[in-house]
């Protein structure tokens, strides 16, 4: 099995309450675990590379800690996508 690294040097969550950045990172969380954990996914990212950057399309914002949870996770999909090869 092959093991994936992913480091987020600094997320920084400007205009967001406290509750509602937690928020962010609980679905940021929970969703990259899922993406990463998919074994096609896996099996596109066999091969050692790097991504420095990573610029994302917009993604809708709700308020609340529900909006904040899905803007993370929304923000983990287009991670993933942007990690393929």
């Known amino acids: 099995m ?43 990212w066999a091969r050692s590379h790097r991504t420095p950057v990573l610029r994302l399309d917009p993604l809708p914002l709700a308020t609340g800690a529900a909006g904040s949870r899905n803007f993370g996770q929304g923000m983990a999909r287009a991670i993933g996508q942007g990690l393929k090869p």
């Not at 400007?14 to 509602?20: K, L, S």
């Open 2 to 44: 092959s093991r994936i690294r992913v480091t987020i040097d600094a997320l920084t969550l400007n205009g967001f309450e406290v509750a509602d950045g937690r928020a962010v990172v609980e679905g940021l969380r929970s969703e990259l675990t899922r993406v990463l954990a998919d074994p096609l996914t896996r099996a596109e």
